[in-house]
């Protein structure tokens, strides 16, 4: 279905009262605000366990889960794959944070060895080392060359280690934290507008350069043509961003 | 008898605490118990064995601290002598510093044979030290999240607690919160004696499961159905699929009127219902006063000592305490996670008068150092209100950005406690009162603070002060 540029920008927020183990809720708090102070009328459909997905969407929002929650939602995710996929070869944007991330992905090693088969929208597998393995925690600052995204901070938390494939990008090259599996530096994975990422904080308030960049693809879409914004000051959100920065400069490693 | 190894790690303990006191450098309670543990492994043993009236243990996210207090006034009062580890020093080298602090250079503790230990433990030590200390009655009041960078996540406590328990539990008499799914769990389960606490009250009911919720769905992964909900996901709850159900209260809590200074509630066990002024406002409060309750109850203590000590009730350490200072009465809440200050925010707004808020957000390990959690709590109850703000902590800024898109901009954001106690002071019209919401350690940094400027006893003036969080 083709996007009509009358109406309001189309949110859809998936199973955001399931999959909001680390408050990934503070990134539809952003884009509300965000949207408003820009004056673009937006839409918001929250799609849980036994919903529909409306026609379509211009972004789609997913947070991170415990394992439990994951496998809950897996199976009506799995089911719902085929128009997120199509949506993402359209170009809507994508946020898909920790869990919501590995389910974005072809399949998640469980810590018991269960494979949750993903949605493949990310060439990414993951797989949960165990309970002796060190989860990776802490605070991460990473670097994107997606638009103008630049630098990134957020608080990461999660056992599972993602490996890229071939055909992934990363989102960002991590400066201090752990990333995607502590070895190779990337964190996330970009595909067309969809952006997989580890980073909680919530990642969308304190990064107003990605906040920016998700709203402006979103807006592409829906418009069918390339949306440009006018700057526009974030003071709070900058003042956040340095802050943590500064946190995790203090207290994270460095790669 | 205590062992004379337990007896020389209680002594080295106690010289620790000692000059560590002597240098200044606060309450030095982690310390010894640290330094006596590691002598005597098995310390936690002895303190129960030395504990003639046994132990009771106080765990869950929120409310231990508080509960605890409560339980040990009424205890008091019961002619028991309580021994307590009072402010979220809640690790085994708490309570060892407990223990250290207690006993005399024999290892005993008691003067007499009412001595019995009140003991708040952290959520997830809990099964290390439950087999130790054979509690006589187990306290478990709520699961929230929590510090997931610390804890992990909310599933695996509450597995460790029904594995400690399949395997210890007949001894022990269990008071559980049923309105709570995860500790209810715990009573489906169990094969000794039990004590049920809940509410009855749809008047205090929230609209919806709040956003800090966690255990919404039964084991069978069917969404619970909530005849109400009083914080979170606790509540009045019940599965469609398999039939369970919040198992009926033994203790109940009913015709709860909130107030800006404290709660009425009548609390009903059996036949028997006491109605009691809380001096202590909040429905939180309400929760702990009924835990305190429920547990004097398992310890047979009488319905009219229950009701006379929660009456005459004060605050613990940090906890709703008040300070005068400047002309301006000033109230220190802590709120450490989203459920926690979903409740104080619930209690601020239970009037409609203008208020005056210095808000504090640390990033410690104490604290948590991911602060994402602000994001879950429902910072937005405050829209449309007349409210002076101040941010302060580590992480100021993070906080001042949670207000600002909950539509409320903060006239200063001050990571330095000393300037936004000023500011917040400034802005608070004289004879008014300031709330100070703020994580752990910003607690014991703004209590420090208030301490000394209203002339209050510093946390290590009080035994056994200052968290080992």
């Known amino acids: 279905m083709n996007p009509s540029p009358e109406r309001a920008l189309r949110i859809v927020s998936l199973y955001s009262d399931v999959m909001n183990v680390y408050a990934d809720r503070g990134n539809l708090i952003a884009v509300r605000n965000r949207a408003a102070e820009r004056g673009i009328p937006i839409e918001i459909f929250e799609v849980s366990l036994g919903d529909q997905l409306p026609a379509d969407a211009d972004l789609v929002l997913i947070g991170g889960g415990q394992d439990r929650e994951q496998h809950r939602i897996a199976d009506e995710l799995a089911a719902h794959g085929r128009r997120l996929r199509e949506w993402v070869e359209e170009d809507a944007a994508v946020l898909a944070v920790c869990g919501g991330f590995q389910l974005f992905g072809c399949w998640y090693r469980d810590q018991h060895g269960e494979i949750v088969p993903g949605i493949e929208i990310f060439d990414v597998t993951s797989v949960a080392p165990g309970p002796k393995a060190p989860r990776g925690v802490g605070d991460v600052v990473a670097r994107s060359i997606v638009g103008s995204i630049g630098e990134v901070v957020g608080f990461e938390n999660h056992a599972g280690r993602t490996y890229l494939g071939p055909t992934a990008a990363p989102f960002a090259t991590v400066e201090h934290g752990f990333g995607n599996n502590g070895a190779d530096g990337t964190e996330g994975a970009v595909y067309r507008n969809a952006i997989g990422t580890y980073l909680h904080g919530s990642v969308l308030p304190k990064n107003p350069a990605l906040l920016d960049h998700l709203l402006a693809t979103a807006l592409s879409h829906r418009r069918g043509e390339v949306a440009v914004f006018e700057p526009l000051p974030a003071p709070y959100a900058d003042r956040a961003h340095v802050s943590a920065v500064a946190a995790a400069r203090r207290r994270s490693p460095a790669r | 008898m205590t062992s004379l190894r337990d007896r020389a790690a209680l002594l080295a303990g106690r010289a620790v605490g000692t000059s560590t006191r002597r240098f200044g450098r606060g309450g030095g309670t982690a310390l010894p118990g640290l330094v ?37 006034a009424i205890l008091v009062e019961a002619g028991f002598e309580p021994l307590a580890n009072h402010s979220g020093s809640n690790l085994e080298r708490g309570l060892l510093a407990t223990y250290v602090a207690a006993a005399d250079r024999f290892g005993e503790i008691a003067k007499s044979n009412q001595a019995i230990g009140v003991l708040e433990v952290d959520e997830a030590e809990l099964p290390r030290l439950f087999p130790r200390l054979r509690p006589r009655v187990a306290t478990f009041l709520n699961l929230f999240r929590d510090q997931l960078d610390r804890y992990g996540e909310v599933d695996s406590i509450s597995e460790g607690w029904r594995a400690m328990l399949t395997e210890f539990d007949a001894a022990t008499t269990l008071v559980l919160n049923v309105d709570d799914p995860s500790v209810a769990e715990l009573a489906i389960q169990a094969t000794g004696r039990v004590v049920t606490f809940g509410m009855d009250d749809h008047s205090v009911a929230l609209g919806a499961v709040d956003h800090a919720s966690d255990a919404r769905f039964c084991p069978n992964g069917n969404r619970f159905v909530y005849d109400a909900i009083y914080m979170g996901h606790v509540g009045e709850w019940h599965c469609d699929c398999c039939g369970r159900s919040r198992p009926a209260p033994d203790v109940i809590a009913r015709e709860i009127q909130l107030g800006e200074d404290g709660s009425r509630v009548t609390i009903a066990i059996g036949e028997t219902a006491l109605a009691i002024e809380l001096p202590l406002p909040g429905l939180y409060v309400v929760y702990n006063a009924l835990a305190a309750a429920a547990s004097a109850y398992a310890l047979g203590v009488t319905h009219e000592v229950i009701a006379s000590a929660l009456a005459t009730a004060t605050a613990p350490f940090g906890r709703q305490e008040r300070f005068q200072v400047d002309g301006r009465e000033v109230r220190v809440l802590l709120a450490k996670n989203p459920a926690g200050l979903n409740e104080v925010l619930r209690t601020l707004t239970v009037t409609d008068g203008p208020l005056t808020v210095l808000a504090m957000l640390n990033d410690g390990i104490q604290d948590g150092q991911d602060v994402s959690w602000i994001y879950d709590a429902d910072i937005e109850l405050f829209a449309g209100r007349e409210l002076q703000l101040v941010c302060s902590g580590d992480r100021a800024d993070d906080f001042a950005l949670r207000w600002v898109l909950a539509g409320i901009e903060p006239r200063s954001v001050l990571p330095d406690t000393e300037a936004a106690l000023d500011a917040s002071l400034a802005a608070t019209p004289e004879g008014a009162r300031l709330d100070v919401i703020a994580t752990y350690t910003a607690m014991l940094d703004v209590r420090e603070v208030l301490a000394r400027r209203s002339g209050t006893a510093s946390y290590w003036e009080t035994p056994n002060e200052k968290g080992a969080r």
């Not at chain 2, 002895?46 to 605890?68: I, M, R």
């Open chain 2, 36 to 72: 006596a543990g590691a002598i005597a492994s098995d310390l936690v043993r002895s303190l129960a064995e030395n504990l003639p009236q046994g132990v009771v243990t106080v765990t869950g996210t929120n409310g231990k601290t508080t509960t605890a207090h409560l339980l040990a």
